[in-house]
């Protein structure tokens, strides 16, 4: 069978890196095709080339037989390219249907635009009202805009870039059945997604990069999670392990905390109560959009609270800020990096000081100590692997999961007694996650708490003691891991689209 896309010696350098080095692949049409690889491993760049964003240096990609050299994403897209990127770009104010809208090139009348939408969205099992606003969608939802969108288009090749990372288990599966029955069509999807179990049961075929270079391919049903992730890394793998002992002295509670969200479209936190203890690790699931974020606001001291409803070792905190509270121990990494925990043109130096400032020594007599904070993120930067030439290089320089691993090593290194994360390991590879999991339990065996929010179902069930799921700004009561079943805890976060929650 003729490829549908084929690329040919693409290769791609910019200053200090070749990001792409002679990378080859074909994909036939109707084929899921992953590409797999660790952060910094290229595969942003060469899907940028073949959606038109950048500009391959050498080499060739030829579409259907005839030379594809797309110089911008209008062209990749009038060629038959869609994708759907890991970050949303929608409008929360507006409808769906404008949303679209804006995303089309000649977009129909809005009452034409909305029936297509209908029949679009019952045609793939992704249902959807085009008249719903999208800042009251749930993340599912709004990928499902993502989605529709590049659909509308009727695209030959779609690219999908960490599609499941906000889905619960339910919504994985009907995004499953969709990709298939567009595969069943003949459309083709170039699937990037770090679940290695995923690419296993959903993708037909493989290509591995590695630093920059194709290291190899597979057929991932044939090839076991752990071997494709050695593929990536080129390394053998551990096992995170966990020696961590729950003590009894509690070191955080919070008693019936509810609180309104500082956004027009946020979730408000109601009657939220949790205790942890010493060397605890609490699992906390949730769809996104059910008051994940409210909730790091208001632990990390973003967001104010009332006397009585967090108490940090019997010391009320609800009126301290963020820096206060760093100061006593407790700290926090928000689940947006760039903008939210890193400032993006500031350089890691910089964004060292940010949070480090006061328990790290970085500051005296009101004097910034430059030489300080950059040993101090020198050291974040070997202890957690950061792929970056220099600390003085500014955040926005480092790929996503680069940057994930900069933010939660800048506050594990400061040895907090108690450490809230949200989505630690989002958009990071095997071989990252495995090392910022088990940081996260080497703290909770030097006797820290922690508190992890994620979407991520295995990792809960790997690092986490207890377990609670977020729904609607509610917390249910934490349970031992031990008890759950994946499929429980799916349903428990699926509460919010009307799910049946799991009695356990």
Known sequence: MTPLLSLAGLTKAYPGVVANDDVSLSIAPGEVHALLGENGAGKSTLVKMIYGLAK??????????????????????AAGVGMV?????LFDALTVAENIALGMENAPKLRDLAQRIREVSDTYGLPLSPDRIVGDLSAGERQRVEIIRCLLQEPKL????????VLTPQEVDILFETLR?????GTAILYISHKLEEIRTLCDAATILRLGKVVGDCIPRETTARDMAEMMVGKVLGTPTRTAVVQEDIVLAVNGLSRPSPSAFGMPLRDISITLRKGEV???GGVAGNGQDELLAALSGEMLSPPGMINFKDNDIGALGPNARRARGVLAAPEERLGHAAAPDMSLTENAMLTGAAREGLEKHGFLDWSAARSFAERIIEAFDVRTPSPGNAARSLSGGNLQKFVIGREVLQRPEV????QPTWGVDASAAASIR???????????AVIVISQDLDELMEIADRFAALNEGRLSAPQPTSGLSVEQIGLMMGGAHGMEVAHV
């Open 282 to 284: 609490l699992g906390i």
């Open 158 to 165: 779609l690219i999908m870039d960490e599609p499941t990372s």
């Open 419 to 422: 450490l809230v994360v949200n």
């Open 438 to 448: 088990q940081a996260l339990l080497d703290l909770a065996t030097e006797g820290a």
């Open 56 to 77: 391959p240096d050498q080499g060739e990609m030829q579409m259907h037989g005839r030379p594809f050299a797309p110089s911008e994403p209008r062209a990749a897209r």
């Open 181 to 185: 029955k567009l595969s069943a069509e």
């Open 85 to 89: 990127f890991q970050h949303f770009s």
